[in-house]
T-cell receptor, first 111, second 113 residues
């Protein structure tokens, strides 16, 4: 069966520090991968999606970036965090038919 | 562009009450429609889906019917439980195979014993 992992589960970082969040999927190949952010009291904001290795589409301009170095690995990064980057970050995957499967999320607090 | 509008929450109910969470959408073409549920501190899980007009999705006592004439996909449950307390997201996919879904803002449901 398919499994999706995210780490870390919780992260507290100072403003201006770098960020690296990792997501890996097991049990499937060539998935579409997604990064979402969920700010407090708000809905899901799609940040990036990827249909293959090295293929990244960005939905909104921001100081975040994403990379897909392997088929089932998706990384969200920042060189310098802002206060507004705080939120709940969710990774998701799909095989492209329908239905997304979400990871457990990373709670990021920028102080 | 595509959009999903959900009723604002929180929705507060007593156990065994009837639940309706409204969802309407705007989309080109013929989207697939979804309800996802997010329990506290967790990621989203698919609750149910419908892929064409008049289809009814159902799961765990929840139901929603794809109404093309009213562009709606309201979520209902006849008797809610405390364990149903969560945030519910309505979503659509009209991307024609690319699967770039559009989510509503979510509706928080609180069920009291």
């Amino acid at each position: 069966s398919q499994t999706i992992h995210q780490w870390p589960a919780t992260l507290v970082q100072p403003v201006g520090s770098p960020l690296s969040l990792e997501c890996t999927v097991e049990g499937t190949s060539n998935p579409n991968l997604y990064w979402y952010r969920q700010a407090a009291g708000r809905g899901l904001q799609l940040l990036f999606y990827s249909v293959g290795i090295g293929q990244i589409s960005s939905e909104v301009p921001q100081n975040l970036s994403a990379s897909r170095p392997q088929d089932r690995q998706f990384i969200l990064s920042s060189k310098k965090l802002l206060l507004s980057d705080s939120g709940f970050y969710l990774c998701a995957w799909t095989t492209g038919v329908d239905t997304q499967y979400f990871g457990p999320g990373t709670r990021l607090t920028v102080l | 562009g595509d959009s999903v509008t959900q009723m604002e929450g929180p929705v507060t109910l007593s156990e065994e009450a009837f639940l309706t969470i409204n969802c309407t959408y705007t989309a080109t073409g013929y989207p697939s429609l979804f309800w996802y549920v997010q329990y506290p501190g967790e990621g989203l899980q698919l609750l149910l889906k419908a892929t064409k007009a008049d289809d009814k999705g159902s799961n765990k006592g929840f139901e929603a019917t794809y109404r093309k004439e009213t562009t709606s996909f309201h979520l209902e449950k006849g008797s809610v439980q405390v364990s149903d307390s969560a945030v519910y997201f309505c979503a659509l996919d009209a991307s024609g195979g690319s699967y770039i879904p559009t989510f509503g803002r979510g509706t928080s449901l609180i069920v009291h014993p």
